[in-house]
Structures are given as structure tokens and as C-alpha cells.
């Protein structure tokens, strides 16, 4: 039955006999998100109370998938020297995010915000079934940039206190 | 043989979105059987793509036709079933006169096909006594010996009554179904920031991962279960009220919470699995 209604749907001649219920191209994992996914780097959780850990928590609530960035900031020139995940999805989420942590790893707050979902997925090949787990990872980078600059903001003393103590 | 398929296809579908209202229960008036007049928001959503957004059923015709006077002289002639004709058979899916199926008619909703009310709280129980019933007359496997284009129709009816039966069976897919009724796509591809949420779905899926043994995924399981409940009941309302930005994120918080759910099924099987494993291989054989 099933054959019947793929049939009509392709429209394929209808001697043609279907191997598969619906005309699905084979579509493995890249050996890039195989190897995420088997070695998974930086996994782990910062204390979300450091005031130079930025903390980034999004979601897709479509998969249900969950997906925590956190970066460490290095006072003195605000660059990032340490990053880590915990995500809770699909094999291309987890890839995804880890991709995120290696990649923003030395670089500026600034720099990290240029990163786009689509170098991402690119890297990993990602089908485009699955380019909203690298959306995902783009938004989780955002997120903790945001988190960890709102931090930096209410450590920095304004000028006027900055004054007054002189 | 491929040929007129290819000619019948088009064709086909083309009806399709035109048969229609005869063959419902719903009180459609004439005019709602061509879209492209109507100025009432149709459920394109509800069509599929491949019907496409703004199917002009007519396209084959010239626009002037489309007046009400032609609009009651088609109603009469397509009042009937393909088969039979008998005046006034008014066939649903299916028509008694004739015993033959009907061809899928996209504008009948799933709730009317199970003769329910488009409301989001329905009675689950008769939903499965209807399916069967339903089965027990669109079935492919009743129709072997019958046309090829009535075979079809069993197949695209019958998997039609399967799909309304799923969805409208949990209260996840229903919900979204009914709020896709009323043009309210979930974007599933939009990012969820809430950070109350998200925290507590982390937490959650962090004690799955975690879980010692069967029974602390039972537990965790009947906790996600009763949140489920507790959000549907959370949908009900703010769907009522028509607060459908609410809606939505009940939406989102049952998918994360059946999702959790499922987790925990899934390590409860992995958990049972491999003690047996475990069993098999420390028993002397």
C-alpha cells in the first residue's frame, strides 16, 4: 500500500519497482560528526557564577534538543581561552556545539559573533535537514557572548565611582 | 499506462480540492468550494505542497466561469459519488449506496472525519472504535479486486484515516494540529531562549543521563508525564482564550517534556537490556 501511494507521489512508471518504501537517498553521518560525536571535545560545565564564564542556553524545541555553551573570558584582554558544552540532541547537535567550542577557543567576543551556522554545517556537512542544529550552535556562541559581556558590564566600574576613589 | 497517469494526476488532485463539501458533514456553503473566490482564510495549511498554496481548481477553464450561477449547476453534478451517481448520495469518504471509496477530499478536516468537534479536548476512547470502523471499509486489502483508481483511493483514504488517527490520539500532535487548523504554524526551527525552561529541561535530562536504575526512570517518567498533562491543560485554555502565542509555548514545553519522557523509556530498555546481556554472559551455559 505504501508502495502504491510512494508511487503516485514520485510519480515513477509503474513498472518500475521501488527497493525502499520512499525514494530516500543513503545520507551518512560525515566522518567529521562521527568523530564529534565519538570524541567529543570540551564537554563540560563551568560554574555559572564566574563572573568571566558566559553562559549560553538555547533550545529547539521542535527535536528537543538543549544546548549549553559556556566560555571563559580572560579579564585583562577579553578574549576567550576556554569554552565547553553539554548538549542534549542529535549526533549533528553534538557535533554542532563542539565545533562551536573548538572554534571560538582564542578569539575576541567580537570575532566569535561573526561565526555563521553555514561555516559550521559546511565543516560538517550537514544535510539540510539538520542545518538548524548548526543555527543552533550559532545562537548557543550569540547567547554566551551576550551572557558573559552583561557580566563584564556590571564588573566594570563606571568612571564617576572610578573618580571618587582617586 | 504511465501516460494517462501522468494526464490523471494532475487531474485528479485538481478535483480533489473541488469534490469536496458534498462529501462533508460540515454545513459548507457553495461558494467554499472554490477557493480562490472565498475570502474566508482557507486552510491552505492544510494542503500539502505539492497541491500548492493557491490552487485554482479551474485552471483549466476560463476565469468568467466562475459565477455563482455555474458555482450551483457544478454543486448539483458533483453532489454524487464517482460510481454509482445515485442522486443525493452524498458519499463521506465512502459511499454506502455503492460500496466504493471516495477520493481523498483535503477539505475535510481529521476531526470531522472522526465525526468530532473541532475542539482541542476530545474523547480519546472512541477515537479507536471509530478508526476500526473506518478501516473496515477503506482498506486496500477490501479492494484487490476492484479498479485500479478505486485501488488507489483505498490507499490515500485509508492512510489519511491512519494519519488523523495518530494525530488526533496524543495530545501533543493534536495540539498542533488544531492551532495549524486556525493558520498557527509552529516554526520548528525557531530558537527557544527561555532560560526558566531550558534550565529545567537541562536538569532534567542531566538526571536521565544520571538515573542509577529502572525504577528512578519510572519516577522521572511519571513526573515528565504529569507536567505533560499539566501543559496540555495549559494549551486548552490559552488555545480557548485564542491566546495563541501562549499556545505555542505550551507547544514547545510538551515537546520538550514527551521528549524527556521518551528518554527515559529508551534508557529504561538500554537499562533491562544490558543486565540481560550481562546475565547471558555470566551464566554458565
Not at chain 1, 81 to 87: R, S
Not at chain 2, 256 to 273: E, F, K, P, T, W
Request: proline letters at 5%; aromatic letters at 8%; hydrophobic letters at 35%.
Amino acid at each position: 500500500m505504501l508502495r502504491l501511494v510512494a508511487n503516485r507521489l514520485l510519480g515513477t512508471a509503474s513498472g518500475e519497482v521501488l527497493k525502499r518504501p520512499l525514494q530516500v537517498l543513503p545520507r551518512f553521518y560525515h566522518e567529521n560528526v562521527i568523530d564529534h560525536y565519538n570524541n567529543p571535545r570540551n564537554v563540560g560545565s563551568f560554574d555559572k557564577n564566574d563572573p568571566n564564564v558566559g553562559t549560553g542556553l538555547v533550545g529547539a524545541p521542535a527535536c528537543g534538543d538543549v544546548m549549553k555553551l559556556q566560555i571563559k573570558i580572560d579579564e585583562e584582554s577579553g578574549k576567550i581561552v576556554d569554552a565547553c558544552f553539554k548538549t542534549f540532541g542529535c549526533g549533528s547537535a553534538i557535533a554542532s556545539s563542539s565545533v562551536a567550542t573548538e572554534w571560538v577557543k582564542g578569539k575576541s567576543m567580537d570575532e566569535v559573533l561573526t561565526i555563521k551556522n553555514t561555516e559550521i554545517a559546511k565543516h560538517l556537512s550537514l544535510p539540510p535537514v539538520k542545518l538548524h542544529c548548526s543555527m543552533l550552535a550559532e545562537d548557543a556562541i550569540k547567547a554566551a557572548v551576550k551572557d558573559a559581556e552583561a557580566k563584564r558590564a556590571k564588573m566594570k566600574p563606571s568612571p564617576i565611582e572610578k573618580a571618587a576613589d582617586v | 499506462m504511465y501516460k494517462t497517469k501522468q494526464l490523471w494526476t494532475p487531474l485528479s488532485s485538481v478535483f480533489r480540492g473541488v469534490l469536496p463539501t458534498t462529501c462533508s458533514l460540515a454545513s459548507f456553503t457553495a461558494n467554499s468550494q472554490f477557493p480562490s473566490l472565498s475570502s474566508h482564510r482557507q486552510s491552505s495549511s492544510r494542503v500539502p505542497p505539492r497541491y500548492g498554496l493557491n490552487f485554482s481548481p479551474y485552471s483549466k477553464f476560463p476565469l468568467l466561469r466562475f459565477c455563482s450561477q455555474s458555482a450551483a449547476k457544478l454543486d448539483s453534478t458533483t453532489k454524487r459519488c464517482w460510481n454509482c451517481v445515485a442522486p443525493g448520495s452524498m458519499p463521506f469518504l465512502y459511499c454506502d449506496s455503492c460500496r466504493s471509496i471516495q477520493p481523498v477530499d483535503l477539505s475535510i478536516d481529521y476531526f470531522q472525519i472522526f465525526g468530532l468537534e473541532k475542539k482541542y479536548e476530545i474523547e480519546v476512547d472512541g477515537l479507536e472504535r471509530k478508526y476500526k470502523d473506518w478501516q473496515k471499509k477503506l482498506h486496500p486489502d477490501l479492494v484487490h479486486s476492484k479498479s485500479e483508481k478505486e485501488r488507489e483511493y483505498a490507499a490515500e483514504q485509508s492512510a489519511r484515516v491512519i494519519d488523523a488517527y495518530r494525530t488526533l490520539r496524543k495530545p501533543l500532535s493534536r495540539a498542533i494540529y488544531i492551532l495549524r487548523l486556525e493558520g498557527v504554524d509552529v516554526d520548528e526551527e525557531q530558537t527557544v531562549s527561555d532560560p526558566e525552561l531550558l534550565t529545567e529541561i537541562m536538569e532534567i535530562r542531566e538526571a536521565v543521563e544520571e538515573a542509577p536504575d529502572s525504577q528512578a526512570l519510572n519516577q522521572i517518567q511519571s513526573r515528565m508525564n504529569e507536567k505533560l498533562e499539566e501543559t496540555s491543560d495549559s494549551f486548552a485554555n490559552a488555545f480557548q482564550k485564542r491566546n495563541f502565542d501562549e499556545a505555542v509555548t505550551c507547544i514547545q514545553k510538551m515537546t520538550y517534556y514527551q521528549r524527556a519522557s521518551l528518554c527515559c523509556s529508551c534508557n529504561v530498555i538500554m537499562g533491562s537490556a544490558t543486565l540481560r546481556i550481562e546475565e547471558m554472559i555470566t551464566t554458565d551455559v
